[in-house]
């Protein structure tokens, strides 16, 4: 099994333009979950060269128990501090404001799964205060919160609806990717702010149990939020994830509820072989058949190209830039404390 990932191509001289001032926020990538290991965390620099702005990175996900993602919070703080020139840790709106001024990469954080919070409701305001921005209920297999996209088929529990009002209280953004559709389409009905599939693609285009059908897409555009688009080749259905195809599924999306309820989120992997391990070690989690032919990445320093090739199907400037970053702006304002 490898990781198929694509060399970068030239922007035209339009994409250049944009870039220089767009907000480019990616909302969601994957350091290793090692504690003690900061070795992968320089590797950030590839996000500023490619233009990202904000990028949050995961701190831990069903699999893993919860004191460990608390350690890769502590890890993954005291390493931004430390580096403190060239990155920003979020609290407010205003600190990507700073960032971008400061030409800095501001980092927020987030959680997979609804097992990190032990079933103690205040550890939603705990991960919140720690720079948490949003967490998804359930991650492929049902829980104690709700269903997962690869499981029997289950709803929203008692306690899940609690933690829905408690992330609205707190403001921490409601996350809908990797849970079952009967899960989304519950946390939709109940949510009074907008929430987000943080790294989620339309089934419209591939039929897979991670993507997201066209009922769900339409409710969260519904609730103010949106669906950031992910570059994994399963979910693609091309495992050469070009930038041609992860823009499709941006397309599919911003056809059926415009584009100011489209992102980016790469799910991008800096330890490929520590996804490998994962898919080979969990088939019940992922799937026997997930990752089977190798595992396609989409790359950070893909960001820039899908600008560029949305751009040159007659997107507008502004419909790119709500894509690339701006829609994700307005959800932190109408969700952050």
């Known amino acids: 099994m490898g990781i198929v990932t694509n060399s970068a191509i030239k922007l035209g001289k339009t994409g250049h333009s944009l870039f220089r001032d767009a907000l480019v926020w990616d909302s969601h990538q994957c350091m290793p979950l090692r504690p003690d290991d900061v070795s992968?965390?320089?590797?950030l620099t590839r996000c500023k060269a490619a233009g990202c702005d904000v990028v949050s990175l995961n701190i831990g996900f069903d699999l893993y128990p919860w004191e460990q993602g608390v350690k890769m919070l502590a890890t993954f703080r005291q390493w931004l501090k430390a580096n403190s020139a060239s990155y920003v840790l979020i609290d407010t709106i205003d600190d990507i404001d700073r960032a971008q001024r400061e030409n800095k990469l501001a980092v927020?954080?987030?959680i997979e799964g609804g097992l990190a919070l032990d079933e103690h409701l205040p550890m939603v305001e705990l991960y919140y205060d720690m720079g948490v921005r949003w967490m998804l209920f359930a991650y492929n297999k049902n829980n104690s919160l709700g269903g997962g996209c690869n499981d029997e088929p289950m709803g929203l529990s008692d306690f899940g609806r609690r933690v829905v009002r408690e992330m609205e209280r707190v403001g921490m953004v409601i996350c809908c990717s990797h849970v079952s559709h009967e899960t989304a389409m519950d946390i939709m009905e109940m949510a009074d702010r907008p929430l987000i599939f943080s790294h989620s693609n339309p089934a419209g285009v591939?039929?897979?149990y991670r993507n997201v059908k066209d009922e769900a897409i339409k409710a969260c555009a519904q609730t103010g939020g949106l669906i950031a688009v992910n570059g994994i080749g399963d979910f693609l259905g091309d495992q050469h994830s070009r930038t041609e195809t992860i823009v499709?599924?941006?397309d599919y999306c911003a056809q059926l509820v415009g584009d100011e309820?489209?992102?980016i989120?790469?799910?991008?992997?800096?330890?490929?072989?520590?996804l490998v391990d994962y898919l080979a070690q969990h088939p019940d989690v992922f799937d026997a058949n997930m990752g089977a032919n190798g595992v396609g990445l989409v790359t950070p320093e893909q960001i820039?190209?899908?600008a560029e090739h949305l751009l040159k199907m007659n997107y507008s400037e502004q419909a790119v830039r709500n894509i690339l970053g701006e829609n994700h702006r307005r959800v932190a304002r109408a969700v952050w404390r």
């Open 40 to 43: 992968f965390l320089p590797e």
């Open 108 to 110: 927020t954080f987030d």
């Open 206 to 208: 591939t039929s897979h």
């Open 248 to 250: 499709r599924h941006i």
């Open 261 to 263: 309820h489209v992102a």
């Open 265 to 274: 989120g790469t799910d991008y992997c800096f330890d490929q072989q520590e």
């Open 304 to 306: 820039p190209e899908i």
